[in-house]
T-cell receptor
């Protein structure tokens, strides 16, 4: 299967700072990338869908200004958590897909805001 | 709600027994996938079944799909303690590229 790399795997930041998480498709061009959030002992909730070169589509209830998504190339999408607060602490996972194929997932980023 | 439903929410069995988990979804799909997640870790892709398939096998895993009922099941045969994990179904829906996850089943296999 295709490889999706997510970086960093863990990050601790102070309240009020911003954190950027990268998602790269290593061996294919991803027309669409997705960002998910997972709270402890819960399922993955889709936050937003990003298509290369266009604005991300956010799911209901997800703050666009809080979670900035950039999909500048066919192999890279970034999620920036702005002005992070402790309640933003969570596990964030990206996925990437070529057109009309299944999605491939990164290994996730555990964000802890202190 | 984004999520499909899975049942049971939690399942505790003895090593050697079979474990069955069920997943239901709401709208038409292109395919359905099952994932495993160990506590606090990333997802491990187990198996994908396409909407025109009814059953698929992979080692000790057997997946069924009933598109008329919008449901799928994952059977793990001869379970092992190492199978202890959370299992999620995820559906790729027609008309869009979103992958939506079910609520998950937490499986505990006792040695």
């Amino acid at each position: 299967g295709a490889v999706v790399s997510q970086h960093p795997s863990r990050v601790i930041c102070k309240s009020g700072t911003s954190v950027k998480i990268e998602c790269r498709s290593l061996d294919f061009q991803a027309t669409t990338m997705f960002w998910y959030r997972q709270f402890p002992k819960q399922s993955l909730m889709l936050m937003a869908t990003s298509n290369e070169g266009s604005k991300a589509t956010y799911e209901q209830g997800v703050e666009k200004d809080k979670f900035l998504i950039n999909h500048a190339s066919l192999t890279l999408s970034t999620l920036t958590v702005t002005s992070a607060h402790p309640e933003d602490s969570s596990f964030y996972i990206c996925s990437a897909r070529r057109s009309n194929t299944e999605a491939f997932f990164g290994q996730g980023t555990r964000l802890t805001v202190v | 709600s984004q999520q499909g439903e899975e049942d049971p929410q939690a399942l505790s069995i003895q090593e050697g027994e079979n474990a069955t988990m069920n997943c239901s979804y709401k709208t038409s799909i292109n395919n359905l996938q099952w994932y495993r997640q160990n506590s606090g870790r990333g997802l491990v892709h187990l198996i994908l079944i396409r909407s025109n398939e009814r059953e698929k096998h992979s080692g000790r895993l057997r997946v069924t799909l009933d598109t008329s009922k919008k449901s799928s099941s994952l059977l793990i045969t001869a379970s092992r303690a190492a199978d202890t994990a959370s299992y999620f179904c995820a559906t790729d829906h027609t008309g869009g590229f979103k992958t939506i996850f079910g609520a998950g089943t937490r499986l505990f296999v006792k040695a």
